[in-house]
């Protein structure tokens, strides 16, 4: 079945640590995303990319990095610099603009 | 840049009442509305969606209608079941390339079915 997915389910930081969330998907789309979203809240993006090599900034990409070097993957990484990382991060693709995302099933990040 | 905003944050009604969810969107140029529900934990998944050359779509209990002049439109949830019971988001897009053709999302609606 074609579909999104994210891993680990849950992910546990130490403070000063880079984490590196994947992100894998099947459905041939060009287009990925990925969201945060802090409870009780609504989603809020860190980046995005509508093709391979390339990917843009967000509303709150500071403290995040990603890299798009194959069609179906979109990995982030939560460096030091993010101040604040515990969070659920959602992964999406869509084939293209003016069209539904298909969510992955998220990851948790917590530090301790 | 477009804006969503949407009401009510939060909805309690009875099993087998309706819900109705309202957004609103600021550019005008918008021509795609999707409703995704987000179930505790998990992603969240689209359930109807609507473009601008129609003004309602159902889907057995749910239902999206557009109002493009007033800049708004509704998902309707009928015969209303626990397992309704999620957050549900509405969302905006242009269609237009680069950041204008994203999503953009209201900030949620908390909708709780009691039994």
């Known amino acids: 079945d074609g579909g999104i997915t994210q891993s680990p389910k849950y992910l546990f930081r130490k403070e000063g640590q880079n984490v590196t969330l994947s992100c894998e998907q099947n459905?041939?789309?060009?287009?990925m995303y990925w969201y945060r979203q802090d409870p009780g809240q609504g989603l809020r993006l860190i980046y995005y990319?509508?093709?391979?090599?390339?990917?843009q900034k967000g509303d709150i990409a500071e403290g995040y990095s990603v890299s798009r070097e194959k069609k179906e993957s979109f990995p982030l990484t939560v460096t030091s610099a993010q101040k604040n990382p515990t969070a659920f991060y959602l992964c999406?693709?869509?084939?293209?603009?003016?069209?539904?995302?298909?969510f992955g099933s998220g990851t948790r990040l917590t530090v301790v | 840049g477009e804006n969503v905003e949407q009401h009510p944050s939060t909805l309690s009604v009875q099993e087998g009442d309706s819900a109705v969810i309202k957004c609103t969107y600021s550019?005008?140029?918008?021509?795609?509305f999707p409703w995704y529900k987000q179930e505790l934990g998990k992603g969240p998944q689209l359930i109807i969606d609507?473009?601008?050359?129609?003004g309602e779509k159902k889907d057995q209990r749910i239902a999206v209608t557009l109002n493009k002049t007033a800049k708004h439109f509704s998902l309707h949830i009928t015969e209303t079941q626990p397992e309704d019971s999620a957050v549900y988001f509405c969302?905006?897009?242009?269609?237009?390339?680069?950041?204008?053709?994203?999503?953009?999302f209201g900030k949620g609606t908390k909708l709780s079915v009691k039994p």
């Open positions: 999406a693709s869509s084939p293209g603009q003016g069209y539904g995302y298909t």
């Open positions: 459905l041939n789309h060009d287009a």
């Open positions: 990319s509508q093709i391979v090599n390339d990917f």
């Open positions: 550019d005008s140029a918008s021509n795609y």
């Open positions: 609507i473009r601008s050359n129609v």
């Open positions: 969302a905006a897009s242009t269609g237009y390339g680069g950041s204008q053709g994203n999503l953009i």
